[in-house]
């Protein structure tokens, strides 16, 4: 009997030599294990004349489901046995973040292989990976499986010294904008004359600031924790914020302005680091990816080549800010400044964890309050506090959650922090029971795509959308709602300009604004979805064809949502939507009524005071 064989290749560069590996074969059935739909629909044009594209998408959602918790398990495990030390947390291999580390896709990657085995007849010939790492580890499961192995190096070698190189530029980018922020902070800090004042026995708000977060004079506009400033003001408590600055690259003299003449008192963390803090932070990477660690086999399986890979190249950006706040609190800790209470933005990534760290070592008195003000997708695992992160006091010391469902939801992986429901502050407009103006006569059904932060998930949803229009049986509307983190030049670049269809119009606003103007929405991993369904509103979950799907409705069993994958299920959806759409608006505003109490809780006087509750 001939040996089975397999060819994993990357994705790019010529792709004859490949082909002509398998030049012999009447059909070539292939699979892509990677990230980038571009990259996807590159290589179906490319491989023609009878290969054959896997479709793992029904697969892809089984083997997530059924593997997430034992996932989570075997990463509790390591840390436990390596979490003695701060440094081990910072990481992003072992995080649970799909979107900093690809750990959990390759162990799906893998379980996928696994389950086609069992399907002879439609186990590829050939897999694409963008790894080396996963490519090694790939090879050897495969050798054990009685395969013969070829892989076509190519453009390995300069995919891994290109991630490699970005590494490396990854830090130094920290360095210069560490010593930008040092001198706005320094320049701003002669212009106010002194620092603000702390005052003690307060509330400390860990929030997220953009450009447009303060005015000038001052004004704090929160678009993550509303209503808990007036809240305070009414109560008489004393807020401090911590900021943490997204999206200025390499500006930051006018933030630095603006937070110093805020009315709340804002945190500057240039005012209370040395230099060694510094240096510590900077050291970082040289500190932490060369320790040894012995790994156990996930489900019997090694991601020894994957795991070394990842740890060598990883961004390190995020761990080195993470140690600078870290040791912002033991300098905190040396003034007069004592907070009584910490309230937590609180997604669970590594600056939560040095921030919670920072705080048990230095203000061990303080409580903790976790804020998860967001819908939790289902297999972003990250969110979800485990029982190691727990063991290790790197989680709060209460969750607040928008509902009661979603705190059956966050303590998934843990069941020793209470949770305890809120407001739901960034979805108070659910509760405004707006009745939306019907379109006119002459107006087209409106469509409006909300796009998630993630630019290639964004660019997957577009191009289905793109290639859904030729079957929508009468004309629409395209409305595109961007993501504030996401900028719509570097979508259009990667889509491609000259191919953006003249149907898609760019729409900006407040969501609550924009679903007004709505027949449908269409997004994926987006709470939009949620809230689109909390007005009446039919939505279609845009699924992904390679990346992990994170529908947030998943569970929701009603006819008011559909999941599409192919631009013929989208156009179907889309034109069954339409029709029924004047005939349903009574039953579908019905069900949105229940999914707004499913998942969301109005604000009142009685839903805010949870967050700032201080008693251990």
């Not at 509760?431 to 002459?442: A, L, T, V």
């Not at 191009?463 to 709602?481: D, F, H, P, R, T």
């Not at 997004?523 to 994170?550: L, T």
Request: charged residues 25%; positive net charge; hydrophobic residues 45%.
């Amino acid at each position: 009997m001939r040996k089975k064989e397999l060819i994993i290749s990357t994705p790019y560069g010529n792709l004859k030599k490949v082909k002509a590996l398998l030049k012999a074969r009447q059909a070539k059935k292939w699979v892509y294990f990677g990230s980038k739909f571009s990259t996807l629909t590159s290589l179906e044009q490319q491989l023609t004349d009878g290969f054959i594209c896997i479709d793992i998408i029904e697969i892809h959602k089984s083997v997530v489901e059924s593997i997430k918790v034992e996932y989570v398990a075997w990463i509790d495990e390591l840390n436990r046995k390596y979490g003695f030390e701060l440094d081990w947390w910072l990481g992003s291999v072992f995080s649970r973040n799909n979107y900093t580390s690809d750990l959990f896709q390759f162990t799906c990657y893998l379980e996928i292989l696994k389950r086609l085995l069992l399907k002879d007849e439609i186990f590829p010939d050939l897999v694409f990976v963008e790894s080396a790492g996963f490519a090694k580890d790939l090879k050897n499961w495969a050798q054990s499986n009685g395969f013969s192995v070829i892989i076509k190096h190519g453009s390995f070698s300069i995919a891994s010294a290109s991630s490699f190189f970005k590494s490396v530029l990854d830090w130094l980018r920290f360095i210069v904008i560490s010593i930008i922020r040092s001198f706005a902070a320094f320049v701003t800090r002669g212009i106010f004359k002194k620092v603000k004042c702390l005052p003690k026995s307060s509330t400390i708000i860990h929030t997220f600031i953009h450009d447009n977060s303060l005015t000038k004079d001052g004004i704090l506009t929160d678009r993550y924790l509303p209503f808990l400033y007036d809240y305070a003001a009414r109560n008489g408590l004393n807020i401090v914020i911590h900021p943490m600055l997204y999206g200025f690259k390499y500006s930051y003299l006018a933030i630095y302005r603006k937070m110093r003449s805020s009315r709340i008192p804002i945190i500057i963390k240039e005012d209370f680091l040395r230099v060694d803090d510094y240096l510590r932070a900077f050291t970082y990477p040289f500190r932490t990816p060369g320790k040894k660690i012995e790994l156990k086999d996930f489900r019997s399986h090694s991601f020894f080549h994957s795991i070394r890979e990842m740890r060598k190249k990883e961004c390190f950006s995020p761990a080195m800010n993470a140690v600078l706040v870290y040791q912002l609190f033991l300098r905190l800790s040396k003034t007069e400044f004592e907070p009584a209470h910490f309230v937590l933005w609180f997604e669970n990534q590594v600056m939560d964890k040095a921030l919670i760290a920072g705080v048990r070592r230095f203000f061990p008195g303080a409580r903790i309050t976790g804020a998860q003000m967001f819908l939790h997708p289902p297999n972003l695992l990250s969110l979800f506090p485990s029982q190691s992160e727990v063991d290790a006091r790197l989680v709060p010391d209460i969750l607040i959650e928008t509902s009661q469902y979603q705190c059956k939801r966050a303590v998934a992986f843990m069941d020793t922090i209470p949770c305890q429901v809120g407001a739901g502050l960034r979805y108070a407009h659910v509760f405004r029971n707006e009745i939306f103006p019907q379109s006119k006569g002459n107006d087209l059904p409106a469509i409006l795509v909300v796009l998630p932060f993630n630019l290639f998930e964004s660019i997957e949803i577009l191009s289905l959308i793109k290639n859904s229009l030729g079957y929508i049986k009468q004309a629409v509307s395209v409305l595109i709602k961007v993501h504030p983190d996401c900028n719509l030049e570097r979508i259009k670049k990667e889509f491609g300009e000259l191919v953006w269809p003249e149907a898609f119009q760019v729409v900006t606003g407040s969501l609550a604004d924009v679903l007004k103007k709505a027949r449908i929405v269409i997004s994926a991993n987006s709470s939009s979805m949620v809230e689109a369904v909390s007005y009446g509103i039919p939505v279609i979950y845009a699924g992904s064809r390679i990346m992990m799907n994170q529908n947030i409705l998943k569970d929701l069993d009603s006819e008011i949502t559909q999941e599409c994958y192919t631009p013929l299920e989208l156009a179907d959806a889309i034109n069954s939507y339409i029709q029924k759409y004047p005939l349903k608006l009574a039953e579908y505003k019905e069900i949105g009524n229940k999914v707004k109490d499913m998942y969301f809780t109005p604000v009142s006087d009685k839903t805010l005071a949870p967050f700032f509750e201080r008693t251990k």
